[in-house]
């Protein structure tokens, strides 16, 4: 894994983590005509407050970040996986953004990650999809928080079947395929009451 630090506007981190994605592409490009497997990579970024200092022991002594802002972009990092998604950031990072229009971006909705108990909203970044794909999910994205908005209200049924119409259309957006699938696992509640609207990820 790998870490950096943008002192600078939101914009920086995360125009740097689409353009890593865009390199990645043409990596991988290469390595699929070579008959190698393609390499896959997750980022989350994250904004805020952190401690810049150096750790270690005299033998070995290194410069460092720590903080909560840190460790939620780790794990925001490791959100992708589940997601299906390369670049996940969260509420406090979009709403730092200088040229928001400068990204291809949706909400995903609100998780509590592993290991705090807080609620975040995170987002998507797919500016560096396939353009296809990418051009897709624009065209989708009222009929994606229509349906998001009918998730995290406690309508599943009808949420569902929301979704399935969007992974009709767009077979390859993995985010839809997953929220079919919480969709089938939370139809179990029967009171609106019971449900926050939060994803709790108990893995990393």
């Not at 991988?28 to 150096?54: C, D, K, Y």
């Not at 996986?81 to 990072?93: E, H, N, P």
Request: glycine letters at 6%; aromatic letters at 6%.
């Amino acid at each position: 894994a790998m870490m950096a630090v943008f002192p600078g506007p939101a914009d920086d981190a995360l125009r740097a983590a689409v353009e890593i994605q865009r390199a990645l592409a043409e990596f991988n490009a290469a390595r699929r005509s070579a008959g190698h497997e393609a390499v896959a990579t997750g980022i989350g970024v994250h904004t805020g407050s952190l401690m810049a200092g150096t750790v270690g022991a005299p033998e070995r002594m290194d410069a460092t970040v720590v903080s909560d802002t840190v460790n939620l972009a780790s794990r925001v990092s490791d959100a992708t996986k589940q997601f299906g998604a390369s670049l996940l950031t969260t509420d406090a990072t979009v709403s730092e953004l200088a040229k928001p229009a400068d990204f291809s971006v949706r909400r995903l909705g609100r998780v509590q990650v592993k290991g705090k108990t807080k609620a975040v909203a995170i987002y998507e970044v797919f500016s560096a999809d396939p353009p296809a794909l990418a051009a897709a999910k624009r065209a989708a994205t009222v009929d994606f928080d229509d349906a998001l908005a009918l998730f995290e209200a406690g309508y599943f049924r009808q949420a569902r079947a929301a979704f399935e119409a969007l992974a009709a259309s767009c077979p390859q957006d993995a985010a839809v395929a997953l929220f079919v699938q919480r969709c089938s696992h939370s139809g179990k509640l029967t009171a609106t009451d019971e449900w926050d609207g939060v994803m709790r990820l108990t893995t990393k």
